[in-house]
C-alpha cells in the first residue's frame, strides 16, 4: 500500500549544521536533513532532544513547543539565519538519535525569500 505524502511543500535533502536555542538561551547542536519553505527535519542526540521538547520522542503538534534554530545556509546572503520553530513530531529512531520535524512559524518575507532561493539553488545542482 502506498503512503500518503502530508506535506504542503516539498523538501530538499540536505547537510547542514544547526543549533536550537532553549527558552534559557542554551545552544543545543543539531544537524538539518532536510529543509521545504514550510520547515525542516533535524537531526539530533538523545540529551538535546530531551532537552528541547517536554516528553521526549512522544512529542507531537499538539503539545505547541516553539524554539528559536539558527541555520548555517552558506547562501551568499549571510551564512546565518535564525528562525522560530514549532515541534510538528520528535521520533526516536535508534539509541541515541532522534529525528525533529518542524515548522517554520512567524517568517518574514526576507527570512521566507532566502529559504526559497536556498531550495531553489539546491534543486539547481541536482
Not at 547537510?15 to 537531526?43: F, H, K, T, W
Not at 499538539?62 to 551568499?76: A, S
Request: glycine residues 8%.
Amino acid at each position: 500500500m502506498a503512503t500518503i505524502e502530508r506535506r504542503r511543500f516539498p523538501r530538499v535533502e540536505v547537510e547542514l549544521l544547526g543549533e536550537m536555542i532553549s527558552a534559557n538561551g542554551e545552544e543545543l547542536p543539531a544537524a538539518v536533513d532536510n529543509i521545504s519553505i514550510g520547515g525542516i527535519q533535524l537531526r539530533c542526540d538523545a540529551i538535546t532532544a530531551l532537552r528541547m521538547t517536554p516528553r521526549g520522542h512522544l512529542t507531537s503538534k499538539g503539545d505547541r513547543v516553539d524554539f528559536d534554530v539558527r541555520l548555517q545556509l552558506d547562501d551568499g546572503v549571510s551564512s546565518t539565519l535564525s528562525v522560530r520553530c514549532r515541534v510538528i513530531f520528535c521520533h526516536r529512531v535508534a539509541q541515541h538519535d532522534y529525528r525533529m520535524g518542524l515548522e517554520f512559524i512567524d517568517l518574514d518575507t526576507e527570512r521566507s525569500g532566502r529559504v526559497e532561493q536556498f531550495i531553489v539553488d539546491r534543486l539547481q545542482w541536482d
